[in-house]
Nanobody, 116 residues
Framework: QVQFVESGGGSVQAGESLRLSCTAS????????MAWYRRAPGKQREMVAR???????MVVNSLRGRFTISRDSDENIVHLQMNNLKPEDTAVYYC??????????WGQGTQVTVSS
């Protein structure tokens, strides 16, 4: 069973940046497509970015220009670079497969708090 571990979150001021990292461990931890999700208070979890097996990336329209997803060249470790953070970015950020749903195995996520 794959376990996802997110790190890099924290409390920052608006306009600052954070770089999140995600590692996958287990029997299926080899290179695969991956995605970042977030869940803000009172809102449903949403995908914010994904990267394909071949490295093609996607960031949701509202976050393009500020968020970037990437993967280490030697390992299946994905990152989410978040620039010019805004209070509305406050959420718990998770990584998982692009096709994950509520019944998937989720990690604890990493908290991102942006103060105005």
């Amino acid at each position: 069973q794959v376990q996802f571990v997110e790190s890099g979150g924290g409390s920052v001021q608006a306009g600052e940046s954070l770089r999140l990292s995600c590692t996958a461990s287990g029997s299926s931890a080899s290179r695969t497509a991956m995605a970042w999700y977030r869940r803000a208070p009172g809102k449903q979890r949403e995908m914010v970015a994904r990267i394909s097996i071949t490295g093609v990336t996607m960031v949701v329209n509202s976050l393009r220009g500020r968020f970037t997803i990437s993967r280490d060249s030697d390992e299946n470790i994905v990152h989410l670079q978040m620039n010019n953070l805004k209070p509305e970015d406050t959420a718990v950020y998770y990584c998982n497969y692009p096709y994950a749903n509520s019944y998937s195995n989720w990690g604890q996520g990493t908290q991102v708090t942006v103060s105005s």
